[in-house]
């Protein structure tokens, strides 16, 4: 953290992230033209709407963000150190926890970047982690706090639903429950994510009048293939 306290050479290196968060202080919507074409669902809206709620308190403040990115980075630290505990022992969870504060990429997208990469790691190391404890021991509450961690990592990157997919299905193997309280479980944490994503499924669906997923850029990751 202490780089944040440096003055830097230079400005953070800025990507879309931050055209829309400025058109959403300018009351223009979640809006952003890439390739001479306006998208209005171009981003996972978690990175955004943080920035633009962050601006919106402090001013436009790119050190407000930075310092938002390293406090989520020793979080990871710490929910690493919590996994390699969990899995592999003491010895290999000190040993990932200096492999992540140590790693060159990582410290870059904390300190020296505007990019939801960082958050991005965060969520998905913190839903691993909400899964192990499942596995211990479930009860509603952790399964609506894992569906709840799941919402808000799809709405950073949906991705992680692969994974989810996979870690549902170990849960379901390892539970000694009976089926009708697996299914009870696993479907209590999916609602949870769906509530979670709820506003933002509606919004696209107002926007584009179709049901549309969490970004609208298939077509063009597609093309870019």
């Not at 990507?15 to 959403?24: G, I, P, S």
């Not at 952003?32 to 943080?50: I, K």
């Amino acid at each position: 953290m202490s780089s944040l306290w440096l003055r830097h050479p230079q400005e953070p290196v800025l990507w879309e992230h931050e055209a829309v968060a400025q058109n959403l202080l300018r009351g223009e919507g979640f809006t952003t033209r890439y390739l001479g074409v306006e998208y209005r669902a171009l981003l996972h809206p978690f990175y955004p709407f943080l920035c633009a709620g962050i601006y919106r308190f402090f001013g436009i403040s790119h050190t407000a963000i930075l310092f938002i990115q390293t406090i989520a980075f020793g979080c990871i630290a710490w929910i690493v150190y919590r996994i390699g505990r969990a899995t592999f022992g003491e010895e290999a969870a000190v040993g990932a926890t200096l492999l992540v504060c140590l790693h060159p990429g990582l410290f870059v997208f904390t300190t020296r970047t505007l990019h939801p990469l960082i958050l991005d790691a965060f969520w998905f190391s913190f839903f691993l982690l909400s899964v192990l404890r499942m596995e211990e021991e479930m009860t509603l509450g952790k399964a609506m706090l894992g569906g709840l961690i799941l919402g808000c990592a799809l709405l950073s990157r949906a991705t992680i639903l692969a994974f989810a997919a996979v870690a549902s299905l170990w849960l379901f193997r390892q539970w000694e429950f009976p089926f009708r309280k697996k299914c009870l479980f696993l479907t209590t944490l999916y609602l949870t994510a769906l509530l979670v994503l709820s506003p933002w499924l509606m919004r696209n669906f107002i926007v584009f009048g179709r049901l549309t997923p969490i970004t609208s850029t298939f077509g063009l990751q597609l093309w870019s293939g």
